[in-house]
T-cell receptor, first 112, second 113 residues
Framework: DAKTTQPPSMDCAEGRAANLPCNHS???????VYWYRQIHSQGPQYIIH???NNETNEMASLIITEDRKSSTLILPHATLRDTAVYYC?????????????FGTGTRLKVLA | NAGVTQTPKFQVLKTGQSMTLQCAQD?????MYWYRQDPGMGLRLIYY???????DKGEVPNGYNVSRLNKREFSLRLESAAPSQTSVYFC????????????FGPGTRLTVL
């Protein structure tokens, strides 16, 4: 699986959009981009994933650049409960590789 | 539908003691995983089970053994605990046929003195 790079920390004002970037310049054609978050040492929680098209669900939107070398997770209206560590992972679900490679993620702090 | 459950939630061991961490999922997933997370770090894969009856080493398998008891249950055993195994342990499961998103349990906080 490709390595991903994320900023170590970000702040966001409550009610504003939080845009979390991720670089995955060595991503291969069959690798999806997955986003998870971990709130205060709980088990990581799945947010969203995509291959090349932009994706949206009830939690967030995922924007993937056309060359697929980077992506952005958007939390449209951040709340204090969105304060967490966010992990971006590149993974091919149909490959022989089963593991996710977790980096250290981005620690998002939502400010009141 | 409980998702992924883990027992115990907390455990303190003395060096050299053994214990088994239990994990169960009720989502009918084929694949199950054990991770550890040390303070300030991301998760690292210890062992995984791609399907019932199979297990494979992950990134940090030394000092651990696993058993895939059936499709629902995947246990992690520490035969002789060491202080370096003090960590938070997470179990996860996934269905590779449905996007392979992993669902995580709440974790077991283990301290080895």
């Amino acid at each position: 699986d490709a390595k991903t790079t994320q900023p170590p920390s970000m702040d966001c004002a409550e009610g504003r959009a939080a845009n979390l970037p991720c670089n995955h310049s060595t991503i291969s054609g069959n690798e999806y981009v997955y986003w998870y978050r971990q709130i205060h040492s709980q088990g990581p929680q799945y947010i969203i994933h995509g291959l090349k098209n932009n994706e949206t669900n009830e939690m967030a939107s995922l924007i993937i650049t056309e060359d697929r070398k980077s992506s952005t997770l958007i939390l449209p209206h951040a709340t204090l409960r969105d304060t967490a560590v966010y992990y971006c992972i590149a993974h091919a679900p149909t490959s022989g590789t089963y593991k996710y490679i977790f980096g250290t993620g981005t620690r998002l702090k939502v400010l009141a | 539908n409980a998702g992924v459950t883990q027992t115990p939630k907390f455990q303190v061991l003395k060096t050299g003691q053994s214990m088994t961490l239990q994990c169960a999922q009720d989502m009918n997933h084929n694949s199950m995983y054990w991770y550890r997370q040390d303070p300030g770090m991301g998760l690292r894969l210890i062992y995984y089970s791609a399907s019932e009856g199979t297990t494979d080493k992950g990134e940090v398998p030394n000092g651990y053994n696993v058993s895939r008891l059936n499709k629902r249950e995947f246990s992690l055993r520490l035969e002789s605990a060491a202080p370096s195994q003090t960590s938070v342990y997470f179990c996860a499961s996934s269905d590779r046929g449905r996007g392979d998103t992993q669902y995580f349990g709440p974790g077991t906080r283990l301290t080895v003195l």
